[in-house]
C-alpha cells in the first residue's frame, strides 16, 4: 500500500492565554514548543511504543496510536507554558484542516499522510 504523503507547518492547534478569559488567541506553535514534541515522539520511540488503533493512552501505558501520539507529545509539550490544546482529542484530518503547508519542514513539524491519488488525511506523523 503506497501513501502520499503531505507536509504542514503545525498552526492552530494552540491557543495562548490573553489578558481576558473571554479572548481566545490562535497561535503558531513556537519552535521551542516544536522541539519538546519531537523530544517527546523520541521517548515514545525509544520506548518501543505499540501501536493501538483509537489509542490515547499516557505514556506509562504504552499503547497509542497515530494522531493519539501526536496529541499527548503536544500536550506534554504545552505544560507550564501559556498555551493549551484547543481540543481534548484531534484527529488526523482534524489537525490537517487547522495546518498549513510548509516546503521547509522542521523538528517538530507534523506530517500528513494518506492514500496514494486521494487527498484524504489518515496518518500522522510528528518530523
Known amino acids: 500500500m503506497k501513501r502520499t504523503l503531505f507536509l504542514f507547518l503545525i498552526s492552530l492547534l494552540f491557543v495562548g492565554c490573553s489578558s481576558s478569559a473571554n479572548d481566545t488567541v490562535y497561535v503558531k506553535a513556537t519552535a521551542e514548543i516544536k522541539q519538546r514534541a519531537a523530544g517527546y515522539a523520541r521517548l515514545y520511540k525509544e520506548a518501543e511504543t505499540e501501536y493501538s488503533w483509537g489509542g ?16 499527548r507529545c503536544y500536550q506534554y509539550a504545552v505544560e507550564n507554558t501559556i498555551y493549551q490544546m484547543i481540543e481534548p482529542d484531534m484527529s488526523a484530518a482534524y489537525m490537517a484542516e487547522h495546518c498549513y503547508p510548509t516546503d521547509k519542514p522542521e523538528e517538530g513539524d507534523l506530517i500528513f499522510m494518506g492514500e496514494e491519488n486521494s487527498d484524504k488525511v489518515t496518518h500522522i506523523a510528528v518530523s
Open 56 to 71: 490515547q493512552d499516557p505514556l506509562r501505558t504504552i499503547k497509542i496510536d497515530c494522531s493519539g501520539l501526536v496529541y
